[in-house]
């Protein structure tokens, strides 16, 4: 296929991985108004935004098995069509339990997406352009991020928020008709060995990738809790809600330079390790003064321009530890180390924000996990030496 046919199966991709983080956005986006709405406290709040990675503690590894042995298209379809449904029954009925198993469903279908499009983006692009290809599906990420925080709030105050729900599952279905009739695998890529999946991974290899995927959860994990409760360290500080939301959402506008920007300069100049601790570090320290700063604005701006920058870096550190032979078994445990955290972590962020009373609370737990992934980071390198 010609070059512009890959970019735009890629472009396709793009855009199903971006509803994806709209349809994680909408229970941040629409907090105030499920709180009234569902008489629920921060704690379940938190606890509501991590449900959405919870299957992939359980599917992650399953679903990549499921992938290779009936095809990747097949299931990233399967799993637009579960976004669909859990986002159809959120906005369909006001109950909490309804809201939980809706959320479910949809996260169900975003674990199949999540693990399938990152094969089928290396499927076309492992010989051509393969960094600056992951880098940009990374971030569709945080456009879905920035563009829920952006229109959602606006919505639910105009209409409700089952109807940001709704809106939600209806750009799944889009992307579905674009994937089925636009997506193929490209004409010369193997076929797979078989249905099975090996993990014949050795200890160092089980004890790398498992600290990669530790620093994966924490940096991303700090990120959502940012971007999920800041918008309400900003209304304290006398900024009304909609001016909050578009002030958060450059979390995610920032993001989407940054990351392949990054990941290219890294590789330039050939100093990945120091984009890495700085990209940790000056966010986490960035995070911790936006409490205590007058205006949380400077602070704030710091950690725009720099969050993107260990992104793509990260996701390079499996490579570094797996034998080739293992990448498939090695990405799966990756990620389910990042769904153990995205589903738990957040809550607790939830949690120390109704213990303490104060919204400066989640800022000082998104400092917290920005300092956890940069003692990852040290360990796996000290795993991989």
């Known amino acids: 296929m ?99 198993t809706g959320r479910l469903i949809s996260g169900l279908g975003a674990v199949l997406i999540n693990v399938l499009m990152t094969k089928m983006v290396a499927d076309w692009f492992a010989e051509h352009e393969i960094v600056t290809a992951m ?25 409700s928020w089952n109807t940001v729900m ?19 695998d490209p004409p010369d890529l193997p076929a797979a060995a078989g249905p099975g999946l090996n993990l014949a991974l050795t200890r160092r290899e089980w004890l790398a990738v498992s600290l990669a995927g530790t620093v994966w959860t924490t940096y991303n994990v700090g990120y959502i809790v940012l971007i999920s409760f800041l918008p309400e360290l900003f209304t304290a500080h006398g900024y009304s809600l909609s001016q909050a939301g578009s002030i958060v ?18 590789e330039r100049l050939r100093r990945p390790d120091l984009f890495l601790v700085a990209g940790f570090l000056i966010p986490g320290l960035a995070a911790a003064a936006l409490p205590f700063a007058t205006d949380p604005i400077v602070p704030f701006g710091v950690l725009a321009v720099v969050i993107g920058a260990p992104a793509g870096l990260i996701m390079a550190l499996p490579a ?8 498939a078994g090695g990405m799966g445990v990756y990620f389910t180390w990042y769904y153990a955290g995205m589903a738990s972590l957040p809550g607790l962020a939830g949690m120390a924000r109704d213990l303490s009373a104060s919204p400066a609370a989640p800022a000082l737990f998104a400092a917290a996990m ?3 992934a940069l003692a990852g980071w040290a360990g796996f390198r000290a795993a991989t030496r």
């Open 370 to 372: 920005m300092a956890l």
């Open 2 to 100: 010609p070059a512009a046919g890959r970019w735009l199966i890629l472009g396709v991709l793009f855009t199903a991985r971006t509803a994806m983080a709209c349809q994680f956005q909408t229970v941040a986006s629409t907090a105030p108004f499920l709180i009234g709405s569902l008489a629920i406290d921060y704690t379940r709040l938190g606890t509501l935004i991590g449900l959405y990675m919870l299957p992939g503690i359980f599917f992650a590894l399953p679903g990549g098995m499921l992938g290779q042995r009936f095809g990747a298209k097949r299931l990233v379809l399967a799993g637009l069509l579960l976004m669909v449904a859990g986002g159809a029954l959120m906005g369909a009925d006001s109950s909490f339990l309804m809201v939980v």
């Open 135 to 159: 880098g940009l599906l990374v971030a569709s990420w945080p456009l879905g991020l920035a563009l829920g925080l952006l229109l959602f709030t606006p919505l639910a105050a105009a209409q």
């Open 249 to 266: 959402s450059f979390l995610g506008w920032a993001l989407i330079p940054a990351i392949p920007m990054a990941g290219y300069l890294a």
């Open 320 to 327: 570094q530890a797996l034998r080739p032979q293992n990448r």
């Open 166 to 184: 709704v809106a939600a599952a209806g750009m799944a279905l889009m992307c579905f008709v674009l994937v089925a009739a636009i997506y193929r």
